[in-house]
Every structure is written in C-alpha cells, then in structure tokens.
C-alpha cells in the first residue's frame, strides 16, 4: 500500500522559507506512471495545487506561486520536497503531497498533511 | 490562473439526487477530459470518487457519477445518503501544463 509522509516544521516566521519533504513508501518515486505534487488548504478554505514534479525532475508551478516555488525530486531517497520562499501570514495552511496519475492527472493517493503556520 | 466555479453550497434530502456543477474555461475543463471530483470529510484528507469526467475508482460506489458539456463538468450523486455529507472538490488540468481546483461545494443531506 502506498504511503506519503510530509516533514519539516510546523512554524515558519514570515519572510523566511517554508520547506518540507515528502517520503513515499510502498512505491517507487521513479515511477513513469505519475507526478508527485504538492496541494495545500487554509483553514477553512478550499484545495489550492501549488505544483508537480515529474521523476526526471521536469516541474510544473501554479502561476500565481511560481516565483516563490521550489520542487526537487531525490529518487535514491524516494522523496521529494518543496521550498516556498517569502512567506506570509496567508501561506499558512495544511500541506498534503500527493501522488497525480499521469495519464488522467487525478491525485489518486494523498498524504495526511502537515499543518505550517507562519507566524512572528 | 482562475479557480474553478463551483457553488458554494447544496442540500437535498436522504433519497434524493443533486448535482453540483464546475465551470472553467476553454483552456481547462473545455480542452481536456481530465476532470476529477475529490470528496472530503471533516478533518480528513480528500478522496479520489471521479477521474477523467466520469469515471470511478475501485470501491466508490456507482451513486456517483460524473459528466461534461463545454465549459462545464457536474457531479452527480443519487440516492443521497446522511454519510455523503461533505466537501466536494472539481480539478482539471489546463493547457499552461498545471492543475486548477474549485471553490468547493459543502453538501448537506437534510
């Protein structure tokens, strides 16, 4: 059964960057069959995609976050990580990683999400 | 890149059917068949119940169904059930190679 975890920490102080990692288990991450992503949800709000890796390390961005977004993947450690740099007060939110089947671009397994909170 | 129009809010009643809409644009929803509809909980984590406009995953149950005309793709659930009570997510793929989700629709079964 596949498993994504995120990590890293939980607060994050306004203006510096938000970095977590993904571990995937019970699959491989160099897997042809799909793109790992990163999903985030404000309290109380909706779904927001934030981007996509593919295993060859091609990325894809939300527009609106493009400038501040990192994704890398590590396949010798089957994980890959997100950086988002700048943060404000509105970048807090629960960050899922996710599993996006390639041929029909559904996010079909999600992680359990780790809530960031920016704050001084 | 613009969030997808989903209504904020529906309701029906046990037994009955409603369907939720999901409107996007012709660079979206209208260019590709990739729509996919998540169901979430209260504190949990979405599920996967449509992918590519209408199909369903293994194990969700065929009172939901999905479907699309233009611009927009709908979201039906018949049979209504007190555990169908939920957020409903759309998501589509677009033509700049990224992802877009709806607003969100919160269903209450009366």
């Known amino acids: 059964q596949l498993q994504l975890q995120e990590s890293g920490p939980g607060l994050v102080k306004p203006s510096e960057t938000l970095s977590l990692t993904c571990t995937v288990s019970g699959g491989s991450i160099s897997s042809s069959n799909y793109y790992w992503g990163w999903i985030r949800q404000p309290p109380g709000k909706g779904l927001e995609w934030i981007g996509s890796i593919y295993y060859s390390g091609t990325t894809y961005y939300n527009p609106s976050l493009k400038t501040r977004v990192t994704i890398s993947v590590d396949t010798s450690k089957n994980q890959f990580s997100l950086k988002l740099s700048s943060v404000i007060a509105a970048d807090t939110a629960v960050y899922h990683c996710?599993?996006?089947?390639?041929?029909?671009?559904?996010?079909?397994?999600w992680g359990q999400g780790t809530l960031v909170i920016v704050s001084s | 890149q613009s969030a997808l129009t989903q209504p904020a809010s529906v309701s029906g009643s046990p037994g009955q059917s409603i369907t939720i809409s999901c409107t996007g644009t012709s660079s979206d929803v209208g260019d590709y068949n990739f729509v996919s509809w998540y169901q979430q909980h209260l504190g949990k984590v979405p599920q996967l119940i449509i992918y590519?406009?209408?199909n369903r995953p293994s194990g969700v149950s065929n009172r939901f169904s999905g479907s699309k005309s233009g611009n927009t793709a709908s979201l039906t659930i018949s049979g209504l059930q007190a555990e169908d009570e939920a957020d409903y997510y759309c998501?589509?793929?677009?033509?700049?190679?990224?992802?877009?989700f709806g607003g969100g629709t919160k269903l209450t079964v009366l």
């Open positions: 998501s589509s793929y677009t033509s700049t190679s990224s992802w877009v």
């Open positions: 996710a599993r996006i089947y390639r041929s029909g671009r559904e996010v079909d397994y």
């Open positions: 590519d406009v209408y």
